[in-house]
């Protein structure tokens, strides 16, 4: 159940119920979410390559695949994929689109309860998912799946400073307006200030893994204001305000972008892959 944090929201899942209460809004509407998420930089399924073992004939689990925006170019480079998704909705996506592939198997069920097959994978790979799994299993659990040296790779997104800055500016007061928990004054990142020490720190916590390498892209994708509030609504921050609210905050940010920036932004995604590999 990937998802792409938000700057103008705090992301955080303080509480299990919290977690799983906002992580089920993906699957309300997978075909859009699959037609207006925007997938990863050809050069990070080169470096699942290098540093993670995804290679033709590998053995491969992935965990959340959604509609399977990291999975059909995996398959397309001949790994051997088992892809776990608890959404029913985004599976059936994903299941279409990975007809043409005898050797990707998708599977409707949350990873915490799935039983994991006897033989052991090359690669376990969460692709802007790894934070929607519970905490206290998701690395232990992620090694019981994997072959000794076998490798976690974990992608996390994210919304940097940079594309159309006065924006992301001015989109704050939309924001501030129709969403009392959104923090005033609240500004993307830049790239250089997000850190990855968390992730690492957690997979080195499990005593199950080797250092954590983290290879790092930036990219700009621009948008019209159609497409733009497409991708606003497979927000689970967005989708979980009521709906007076939501219908407010898209139509006031439809307003900024028609009137301010004609009718098209820019908006920056920081892409960052970390792998470990198992002792």
């Not at 390498?213 to 497409?230: G, I, Q, S």
Request: negative net charge.
């Amino acid at each position: 159940m990937p998802d792409i944090s938000m700057p103008s929201r705090r992301d955080d899942h303080p509480e299990a119920s919290r977690r799983e209460r906002l992580g089920r809004t993906f699957d309300e509407d997978a075909e859009l979410y699959d037609r207006a998420r925007p997938g990863y930089p050809p050069r990070l399924y080169d470096d699942l390559a290098e540093l993670a073992g995804a290679r033709p004939g590998s053995r491969v689990l992935e965990v959340g695949c959604g509609t399977g925006q990291a999975t059909v170019p995996l398959a397309d480079r001949g790994c051997r994929i088992t892809a776990v998704e608890a959404g029913p909705h985004m599976a059936a996506v994903a299941r279409r689109k990975l007809a043409d592939f005898p050797a990707v198997e998708v599977v409707t069920a949350a990873f915490e309860d799935w039983p994991l097959p006897a033989e052991p994978f090359d690669t376990v790979l969460a692709a802007t998912a790894f934070h929607w799994i519970d905490p206290a299993v998701r690395a232990s659990k992620a090694a019981d799946a994997l072959r000794p040296g076998g490798a976690l790779a974990v992608v996390r997104t994210q919304h940097v400073r940079g594309g159309t800055e006065e924006f992301f500016i001015e989109v704050q007061r939309c924001y501030e307006r129709f969403d009392p928990e959104t923090p005033p004054g609240l500004r993307p990142p830049a790239a250089d200030d997000v850190s990855n020490a968390d992730h690492a720190e957690e997979v080195a916590r499990s005593g199950r893994f080797g250092p954590t390498v983290f290879r790092r892209y930036e990219r700009d994708l621009t948008y019209t204001t159609p497409e733009y509030l497409d991708l606003l609504r497979t927000y689970s921050g967005h989708r979980a305000l009521p709906e007076a609210a939501r219908r407010g905050l898209l139509a006031a940010i439809a307003d900024l972008i028609d009137g301010r920036h004609d009718g098209r932004v820019t908006r920056r995604y920081l892409i960052e892959l970390g792998v470990s590999h198992r002792r």
